[in-house]
C-alpha cells in the first residue's frame, strides 16, 4: 500500500468554456495515441467560464448529494471506429447508427449538453442528471453502413482495451449489446480543475489532488472509493501494471503526492535474463478514482503521463 500525507492547503477550483471545433474524422484511433490522449494541462483554468445554470451548484464546495444521479468521470470525446469510445455503430442490419459526441467514464452522454465544450475533452466533469437504459433507444438511425466499415481488420490488442458497445470490434456491435446498455441524460455539467503539476525530476512526480466537494476524500483499499497508480510498459508488448493509493484530503483541501515515476515488477519474460529486466520497467500513466463518493458514482482517471513537459 502506498500512503501519502495530507497538505493542509485549500485552493479554489475553475472551469473552462472555449469552444473548440469538433472532431469528424474516421481515423482509426489507438489507445494511447495523441489524438484519444488529453492535453497535459486539461486542468488548466479558464476565466471564461460559462453561466451556471439552476440544476447544479455553480462553484465549489459541490454537494454530493441531492435528486437525480450524480457521476464523477474524466470527459472523453468519442469518433468514428474510436477503439474505446466510438461515436457510431454499424449494427447487424448493415445500418449505421449514431450515438453521443461525449462520454464519461463507461456511459455515454445525452440530454442537455450545452455547458460541454469540446476542449473540456480529457479533463474530469461533475455530470448530474439520471442513468438510463437502453442505450438503443437514443441512438439515431443514419442510413446505410458507408464502406470504410466494410471487412474492417480487427487489430492486435489488448484484452483491456475496447468499449462497452463494440468489444475489440471496431465501429459494429448489435442491436442486443446496445440494449442492454445504460446510458447517462444530462441536466448539468461542471467541468473541474482537481490536478496541479508541482514538480518532478528523474525519480517521482510531484503533484496535487484538489478536493472541491462538500465532504472528505477518503480513498484506500476495500473501502467504497479506492485510488489507484496505473502504469504502463515501456518496452516490447506493453503490459499495465498498477498500485494502489492511499488519500485522504478533508473538504475544500488539497494532498500533495509524490509518485514514483518507475515502476519495476511484472514480468513475462524468464527471470534474470535482460529481457525481464527490460520487461519489468512500467512508466507512471494514470490516477484513478474508483467506487463512491457521496451520491456521486467515482469512475475517473486523471492523465499524470507528460505533467510537466
Request: hydrophobic residues 30%.
Given at each position: 500500500m502506498l500512503s501519502i500525507g495530507v497538505g493542509g492547503c485549500s485552493r479554489p477550483l475553475g472551469e473552462d468554456a472555449e469552444r473548440a471545433p469538433q472532431p469528424d474524422s474516421r481515423e482509426v484511433l489507438e489507445p494511447g495515441s495523441d489524438d484519444m490522449?488529453?492535453?497535459?494541462?486539461a486542468n488548466a483554468h479558464d476565466a471564461n467560464a460559462p453561466e451556471a445554470d439552476d440544476d447544479a451548484p455553480s462553484g465549489p464546495p459541490f454537494s454530493l448529494d441531492g435528486p437525480g444521479d450524480i457521476l464523477l468521470a474524466r470527459l472523453v470525446g468519442n469518433a468514428p471506429m474510436?477503439?474505446?469510445s466510438p461515436s457510431e455503430y454499424c449494427l447487424e442490419d448493415k445500418q449505421l447508427y449514431r450515438g453521443s459526441d461525449y462520454r464519461a467514464g463507461d456511459l455515454n452522454l445525452f440530454g442537455a449538453l450545452g455547458d460541454v465544450q469540446n476542449d473540456?475533452?480529457?479533463?474530469?466533469?461533475l455530470l448530474f442528471g439520471r442513468v438510463k437504459r437502453p442505450l438503443m433507444s437514443v441512438v439515431t438511425k443514419v442510413g446505410p453502413c458507408p464502406a470504410d466499415y466494410e471487412n474492417v481488420p480487427i487489430p492486435q490488442m489488448r484484452s483491456d482495451w475496447g468499449s462497452p458497445?463494440?468489444?475489440?470490434?471496431?465501429?459494429?456491435?448489435t442491436r442486443a449489446t446496445l440494449e442492454g446498455l445504460d446510458y447517462f441524460e444530462v441536466t448539468a455539467a461542471r467541468r473541474l480543475e482537481l490536478l496541479e503539476f508541482v514538480a518532478r525530476d528523474a525519480?517521482?512526480?510531484?503533484v496535487r489532488l484538489s478536493n472541491p466537494f462538500d465532504r472528505p476524500i477518503e480513498a484506500r483499499e476495500g473501502g467504497p472509493l479506492q485510488a489507484t497508480l496505473h502504469y504502463e510498459g515501456m518496452y516490447g508488448k506493453p503490459g499495465a501494471r498498477a498500485r494502489p493509493l492511499e488519500l485522504s484530503i478533508p473538504a475544500g483541501g488539497s494532498q500533495e503526492l509524490a509518485l514514483d515515476r518507475i515502476f519495476e515488477g511484472?514480468?513475462?519474460?524468464?527471470?534474470?535474463?535482460k529481457r525481464d529486466r527490460v520487461n519489468r520497467r512500467h512508466a507512471l500513466y494514470t490516477l484513478d478514482l474508483s467506487g463512491q463518493l457521496g451520491a456521486a458514482r467515482v469512475e475517473l482517471s486523471l492523465r499524470l503521463i507528460g505533467l510537466g513537459d
Open positions: 490522449q488529453p492535453d497535459a494541462d474510436s477503439i474505446e473540456w475533452r480529457g479533463a474530469p466533469v458497445e463494440c468489444g475489440q470490434n471496431l465501429g459494429h456491435s525519480e517521482r512526480l510531484t511484472g514480468a513475462w519474460s524468464a527471470p534474470g535474463t
